[in-house]
Every structure is written in C-alpha cells, then in structure tokens.
C-alpha cells in the first residue's frame, strides 16, 4: 500500500487507470484548454519536497524520508467516511503555523496550477487552524496573501497567459461560533488584496448544523465576501439542504443533492452552484466507485457546477486529471466538460473585478473557437 500511494502521485495521466481509454488527442486538448477551478485547498496540496523540508526545519518530520513524506500526504484510496480522509490534513496543519511557510506553500500552489494550465483559480485555507504557535489570525492571512501574490508574479515571469488568483477564507465547522466570527472580520479587511470567499468546512457528522455560525456568515456577506459552504461529504441530500440556511452562492460538494429532485430545483431556482469534486468524494467513502458519482446527472438536470480537484496532493491529482477522468469515467462529452470549466469563471468571486471576469471569459471563448470539439453541439457523449 506505502508505495501504491506515492507512485500515483508520480504518474503520467496516460497510466491513470480512471482515464483509460481518452483519445491521446482529446488528453492533449484537456491540457492545453484554459482552465477554471473554485474548489481547491491550500493545506491539501503541499509538494511532498516542501513539506519534507519544512517539516525538517520544524522537528516535525520523525525520521521521514521523502517517500515516507508523500505516503503521509495522500489520502487513502478509498477511506471509510470524510473523517478519516480529514487525518490527511493532520501533519500539513502541523507544519503551517508560521507566515514563512504559509506564503512559501501557497507561492508554490499558484505555480503548480498554472503548469498544469489553470488560467483561474480559487484557493482556499482555514485561517484559524494556522494560530497553535502564536501566529495572528491577520498575519496568517496576510502570509497567504503574500505568497499568491509572488506566485502569481512568478508565472507571470515565465512568460505565457499567466494567472489570476483568489482566495478564500474557510471557518470549521468544528471551531466556536466566536472564532468564525473573527476569521470572518479578519477576512473582509483583505477583500481588496483579492480574498473574495468565505466558507465554512469540517467534520459534518459531529457538527452538522451550519448555523451555529451564522453570525460569521452574516458579517462575511456584509462585507462583500462571496458566500460557499462545505456540505454533503457526509448525511446525504438532507444535508445539502441543511445549508441552504446560510444562503450560499456555491456549494462545496452538494453531490447527494442528485437523490432529492425537489432540492435540485430549489438549486436550479436559486442559481446555486456545487463544485465538485468526484475523486475526493470517492477518496471520501461518499461514491462507491469514481464511475457512480452523480456528476453528469447533476449536470444533464440543469444544476449549475463546477469540477474541481479539493486536494491536489491528498487526491494525487492536476485538475486535467479530474477532467480526463470524468471524460474517460463518467462520460462527459468534451463539449460538456468545457461548459463546466466556463462555467467556473461565470460564478468565480471575482465580484471584485467584473471587468477581469469579463476579459477571462473573452480569452476562454477564444479558445474553444478554435476548437470544435469543445463547441460542437452535441450533447452527452
Ligand atoms: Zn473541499
């Protein structure tokens, strides 16, 4: 098992066994298009050589070598609930307590999504979780900022499209009302330095109900943040609709939704968007196999989505990966899965630059323009 894990994370998308079978053209055309994601966590995504080294520089990495240090950071195959995924998270929170190594990580994260052609994208943190050592919730968030901000320049160095980043605010389901209230506040005084998202994530089966933080989502709506929600990794459709109280824009997940026909048509009639993420959700225990998960149902019944990696390093994942799988797995059409990644720029929280949004969706359309097996008008493959 030690190996199979850390080898998937070294694997060429051509030996995904999610993505047999995708036309060598069709995984060239995935790489190359533009892309959008919303859903991407910071402290799932480490490079297993930066964790190893932080880790070392911290006397947090008990003798591990850097094999050791990716078995650590992937997630299970197929874990029992979305508790036992969540101990992924355990030894990057654990090494993430100080400004350096939180600008460090996120410098690092807009660098790898742009390699993997993301155009776009959102990335999000718990900042509450980042204060066991003395770090301020302020210092902890301008740390983030900062290091988005290098990352962002060094792409732009390098030449090519460059890329655009938000950031989102997470508070845990987990932590006190008072404390989501205060990331909250801390959030909002960093909306123009592109925070734009507040979230609530975190174990659902022991904290089920989203509006103990209310108050939280209240202020973070006051002040402009655009509003999303982790639900449905655990309680099923009941669950999605459990959210639907603190009135998000996007949904993290939301997938059981696809059980309850009366919750996607309030989903459609609201215009809420789930962002999902197929191969967490099967990582999760939710899906009994990456093929059953509900995406193209949820799609092809005119639910607004995005799809989305979660974790890059835990999912040993690229966001072309996710694309190639639901090609290859759950059948999109190459027509539908570039609707999606449209899409994501459609809802993205870039509230705070329509004119950005604007310019990013010009650029997409471009694209496809030339590429008739993005546009084409069929429908399911
Ligand atoms: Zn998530």
Redesign the pocket.
């Known amino acids: 098992m030690r190996t199979d894990r850390a080898e998937a994370l070294r694997r060429p998308l051509e030996r995904d066994p999610l993505a047999a079978g995708l036309a060598p053209d069709q995984l060239a055309l995935l790489r190359r298009m533009p892309k959008a994601e919303l ?1 991407l ?1 910071l402290d799932g995504s480490l490079r297993p050589a930066t964790a190893l080294e932080l880790a070392r520089e911290r006397d947090l990495d008990a003798g591990m070598d850097i094999a050791e240090m990716a078995e650590r950071l992937i997630g299970p195959e197929h874990a029992t609930n979305q508790a036992e995924l969540l101990l992924a998270f355990d030894l990057p929170i654990a090494i993430l307590q100080d400004a350096e190594s939180l600008t460090r990580v996120s410098h690092e994260l807009v660098e790898d999504v742009a390699t993997d052609g993301t155009r776009y994208v959102e990335i999000r943190w718990g900042p509450a979780l980042h204060v066991e050592r003395g770090l301020s919730l302020r210092d902890g968030i301008a740390a983030v900022v900062a290091g988005a901000r290098t990352g962002t320049a060094a792409v732009s160095a390098g030449g090519g499209p460059g890329i655009v980043v938000r950031l989102i605010a997470v508070a845990l389901r987990s932590h006190a009302p008072g404390l989501s209230v205060a990331v909250a506040r801390e959030a909002a005084r960093f909306l123009g330095d592109g925070l734009t998202g507040f979230d609530l ?1 975190g174990g659902e089966a022991a904290f089920p109900d989203p509006r103990l933080h209310a108050e939280a989502f209240a202020l973070a709506r006051a002040a402009g943040l655009g509003i999303t929600i ?1 639900a449905g990794e655990w309680g099923g459709a009941a669950q999605v609709r459990r959210a639907l109280a603190v009135e998000p824009a996007r949904i ?2 939301g997938a059981p939704a696809v059980d309850d026909p009366a919750l996607m048509a309030e989903l459609r009639t609201r215009g809420i968007t789930l962002d999902l ?1 197929p191969t ?1 959700n099967t990582q999760a225990g939710i899906f009994p196999s990456y093929a059953a998960h509900p995406l193209p149902r949820l799609v092809r019944a005119g639910v607004s989505a995005t799809l989305n990696t ?1 974790d890059r390093t835990v999912s040993a994942l690229t966001l072309t990966g996710e694309y190639a799988r639901a090609r290859a797995a759950l059948g999109l059409s190459m027509a539908e899965l570039w609707r999606l990644d449209r899409h994501a720029l459609e809802v993205a929280f870039l509230h705070d630059d329509e004119a950005l949004r604007s310019r990013l969706l010009a650029e997409f359309d471009a694209f496809a323009a030339s590429q008739a097996d993005l546009t084409t008008a069929a429908g399911p493959a």
């Open positions: 859903h966590h994530a982790h993290a997940h993420c967490s979660d």
